[in-house]
């Protein structure tokens, strides 16, 4: 009696995708925020009257300095995906196919071959075979 039925190794799950809208707070961020806490004149706080208005008021600077200090991005996550894939990681994979792009755009330039930097490819490829 066979209670699990056998998957190919071949086939890929590609399971859910999902996009989240996350809040960037790396050290650099949260360094921005607390210098622009402690750079914020509380004083028209101190001179409201009512505790509402108060409260109104430092919601509202709390808000605008995270809206500043802590951009949002859309992340995009897989439910297939190994669990050592963190956006972290994934935004340094992205990072380096744009710089790896940017190098190979900047080389194959008309100016990059006439300074011999795209001949690369010329000197990998084997020499061709003569009959």
Known sequence: MVLLKPKAKNSVDTGCVTQLTVRCMGPKEK?????????????????????????????TVICNLMEICFPTKIVTRHTADKPWVTDWFRDLVRKRQQAHMRMVMRRCTPYGIENGQCNTVAKISPPPCVD
Do not use: C, H, I, V
């Open 31 to 59: 360094a921005t925020f607390n210098m622009a806490l402690s750079a914020n004149k509380w004083e028209p706080l101190f001179r409201l009257d009512l505790y509402a208005d108060q409260y109104s008021y430092y919601q």
